[in-house]
């Protein structure tokens, strides 16, 4: 077997309607045409062809309540720009200084130890998503 990419992501959510909102207006998805399962949730496409599926699940996220932990199961996205992803997060309202389980919270993470800046942020849900680029600048 030949692994080519990641095709998609899924990920539980408990308001498809407040899910879809910011994976479209934080995160900038795209939302793409979705086959008639018998349970609800939507997907988004990204850019490089990967997808991103919501599903709806009645239960909470086990991590709903626990804040950023960059340890945690999480997914990443790569941007062109460090500096423009943390301007425009700035500008959604997310803060750095935010509690640990406010849903603006953001941990900014220049000089990582992976070697590439990165922030993290929360979905409504709990899910932590990363935001990384190749390069601080």
Known sequence: MQIQSIHHVSLNVTDLERSRAF???ILG???IARPKFNFPGAWFGLPSGQHL??????APNSRSEQGIDTKSGHFAV???SFSAALEYLRAKGYNESAGERDPRSMRVQPH????FPQIYIL??????IEINAERLD
């Open 23 to 25: 994976y479209r207006d």
């Open 29 to 31: 998805l795209q939302e």
């Open 53 to 58: 599926h919501l599903i709806v699940h009645g």
């Open 78 to 80: 790569r941007t062109a």
């Open 112 to 115: 990582a130890t992976a070697g």
């Open 123 to 128: 979905d409504p849900d709990g899910n932590i």
